[in-house]
């Protein structure tokens, strides 16, 4: 397994050295600047590949808060969790960074075990939703290919439910259930090798996500009998 790569963004060279020391013995490949305009050249290297960005609020030019909006505004990054650290507690300081996006509102100082513990749980869902983004891919490309399958289907019934938010790990899941759903039937109805009335019932989110409108959907279908 790769190294995780994570951008360490912070104004003061001295707090640059505390995280390395820090995060030395969990074998990260670190990447540290100085301030908000290098983070961003940074990321916006080609094959850049930041798994996180651990990033400090109070800098001059651009800040953590400018920064952050600018990760979160851009569907290049936005899927990257970034971990604010930062001497700006006040109540209102904190809605406004969780607002803008932060996986997490690290205050200063801070022990470098709680640091290391919200490094891993950032990772793990940085992990989990990519592997949710590549099983959804693979069963979206197998849907639209559904015009060319053996099988017979009389009619499919599509029911309308509340669309789910793209950005959401639970949505997702259930998106995935959904066209799983439809792939099981299919194949079900090959086993069987007769002629079958099939009724399912998916996610208007789900079929979107294969890139066709339920009515195109049913039209392709429909059309293999």
Not at 90 to 107: C, D, I, K, M, N
Not at 140 to 149: K, Q, S, T, V
């Amino acid at each position: 397994m790769s190294k995780a790569k994570i951008l360490v963004v912070d104004d003061e060279p001295f707090n640059l050295d505390i995280v390395g020391e820090y995060l030395d013995e969990m074998d990260f490949n670190l990447v540290m600047v100085e301030s908000g305009e290098a983070a961003w050249d940074e990321l916006c290297t080609p094959d850049s590949n930041f798994d996180l960005v651990l990033l400090d609020r109070m800098m001059p030019g651009m800040d953590g808060i400018m920064l952050l909006r600018n990760i979160k505004a851009d569907e290049r990054f936005r899927a990257i969790p970034v971990i604010m650290q930062t001497a700006a507690t006040s109540p209102e300081q904190v809605r406004e960074g969780l607002a803008a996006g932060a996986f997490y509102y690290l205050t200063k100082p801070f022990e470098g075990e709680a640091l290391q513990t919200i490094i891993r749980s950032a990772l793990d869902d940085m992990r989990v939703r990519r592997e949710l983004t590549a099983n959804l891919a693979d069963h979206a490309h197998a849907l639209a290919c559904l015009g060319e399958g053996e099988f017979v289907v009389r009619s499919l019934d599509i029911e309308y439910l509340k669309p789910a938010r793209l950005d959401d790990a639970l949505d997702v899941d259930l998106r995935l259930e959904a066209l799983g759903g439809v792939q099981l039937m299919l194949r079900q109805s090959v086993r069987r090798g007769d002629e079958t009335l099939v009724t399912a019932r998916v996610q208007l989110a789900a079929v979107s996500a294969a890139g066709m409108k339920p009515s195109e959907l049913q039209k392709r279908i429909e059309s293999a009998y």
